[in-house]
């Protein structure tokens, strides 16, 4: 019993023995590859057209540079002393950046260069998508040498890629608005490390105009500061001269003042009649004076401001300069074919390794061994591969036709692994089902008997499908027996399948004889074990592979399979839903059938384990020996 339960549930007894296989090997990642490889080569091929495409139908642009310099220089009344040092901060460098990005600027250059009217400059520089698909059929017409002919020329302009019709005119504000906007797109200032140096791009289709319009930006923002500093400087003058005629009023106010009292010949101080309170009403000569030179000095001082700023109307000094002249660009700068294509490659391998790895994360289907034996609990004791071309049931002698294919390599391994199956008593009466029909079930019970045949072991072939009765129709054919024609005895019913080495129990007399119930079969394969030559008995069987029923059939037609010594669950890669053979798990143990492991055919992605096919053939030849010495 406890045999029983170890084979039932492997992976709780031999959690130890297969720690290792918990982990994701190579084997797993290249299997995971070459399963999705359509996947990730599509999704590779659809970004390298898109880069493709978007190099096709992209203009080259051309960015030409510039350099300036923000110097900081001193006020004028800071100059005259020692030596001062004035540096700017990021904000203030970062407000010169903002000026020369602003509307003024632009506009300055726009009105200079005249780019309103200018076609070059208002084309955008990204199409839409119909101008890039229009672009692809002129260079086809122009690879292919075809003539627009009226026809292609009504099929182009059914799909809307005729020629381009002339657009509504603009207003002139409009056209002012889209310059405005195509340069302040075009123009990139940016500030070089830490230093006071400014870079100022422009990027255009034309090389030329990417230079003249990088230089004449530089150029209007020295201009602008120029003109900014001069018109600072009238204002100022005008303020000045305003208040210097105040103050020469006052001054000579009160120089009239002063002069006017000297002449009445009144030299005295504070002895004059005041009030109650000792004040004087009448100012004396000290303090007209006074006054009047005060006067006189804020008249003298604001007269030489007046006089400094009248020189700098004269001449005005920017505080940056020109340091790098902007030259036309014998490169583009975009597109950049290879770094596209490059960038589209990688892209393209993510994109498509990540829905390749969507797939499998929603994908339930048996597509490992490990797959079976973490979500079912048995163990995988072999894998088949595509044996070709062929019928949806695959072929039933493979083994004969192709003896050293890999199918019938690892269907030799099949039959080491069942040999070496723990059960209570070797492996005699095997039966094989599946989930459904369409699995290689059929295929593989009569490949596997051939081997059985060819190993010297006399083997017989139930086929138990009646349903589906692959075995009967494949190898009997108009053979096969009729249920109106089945004998008493079972065994006189066993025919040899033609040009095979191995006897065949047609499925009609298995219904006919309802042999899917437990204790109908189990006298069968006793009487098959034993050989009476007075009964008229033939020699017993050295195996016995029954082909059962699948899930499909129902419960109770699976129930025969607790007679025999052990069952082999049939899964097809990719086909065979885990939750629907794992129903077919929990009925077979329900109803105490020995499970010796699952079969997976079809495997596109074999395991190294289940690729060392021949390491057991020789253990197989002990065991041939322990089977004969049974019968």
Known sequence: MNRLFANQWPLATNQQANAEQEFIGLSDITGFLRHYVGTVTACLAAALLVAWFYNATTDPVFTASTQILIEPKLPQHLQEGGEV?????????????????????????IDQLKLIEDANFNRPQAPVLVERFRKIKDVTVEALGLQKNASLIALWGHLGLGDPQSSAKLTDYQKSRLSMLIFRNGLDVRRVGVSYAIDISFTSADPEGAAKIANATADAFV?????????????????????????????????????????????????????GDGINPEPTLEELEVTADTYRKMYESFLQAYTNSVSQQSYPVADARVITAATAPLSPSAPKPKLVLAFA???????GIGLSFARHSF?????????????????????????????????????????WSRYSQSLRKLRTEISLAETSHPVRFLGLTAVSNSSQKSSVASNLATLYSMSGLKTLLIDADV???????????????????????????IMRAPGRPFDVLPSSVVDAKNLLVPR?????LSDLSASDPAAYQPAAYDIV???????????????????????????????????????????????????????????????SKHRRVAAAHGSFGSRQNVWGDHT
């Open 467 to 493: 349903r589906s009765s692959t075995i009967t129709t494949r190898l009997l054919g108009r053979l096969s027996i009729q249920a109106t024609e089945c004998q008493d005895h079972v065994q006189f019913n």
């Open 520 to 524: 109908n079969m189990q006298a069968v």
């Open 545 to 607: 592979i029954v082909d059962l029923p699948t899930l499909v059939s129902g419960a109770d037609d699976l129930i025969v399979g607790s007679v025999l010594d052990g069952v082999v669950l049939v899964a097809e890669w990719g086909k065979t839903h885990v939750d629907t053979l794992g129903e077919l798990v929990r009925i077979l143990q329900a109803t105490r059938t020995q499970i010796l492991g699952a079969l997976l055919t079809k495997a596109r992605a074999m395991t």
């Open 85 to 109: 040092n004035l540096s700017l901060d990021t904000a203030q460098v970062e407000s010169q950046i903002a000026v020369m990005q602003s509307e003024k600027i632009a506009s300055m250059v």
């Open 223 to 275: 201009h602008e500061q120029i003109d900014t500093k001069a018109e600072a400087a009238k204002e100022g003058g005008a303020w000045l001269e305003k208040r210097l005629q105040q103050l020469r009023t006052q001054m000579n106010a009160a120089m009239a003042r002063a002069q006017e009292f000297r002449s009445r010949h009144d030299y005295s101080v504070g002895n004059g009649p005041g009030d």
């Open 345 to 351: 490659g990688v892209a393209g391998l993510i994109v």
């Open 363 to 403: 994908d339930w289907t048996i597509r490992s061994p490990r797959h079976i034996r973490d979500n079912l609990g048995i163990e995988c004791i072999g894998e088949l591969p595509p044996a070709g071309k062929y019928r949806e049931f695959g072929n039933v002698d493979e083994v004969t036709r192709y003896p």
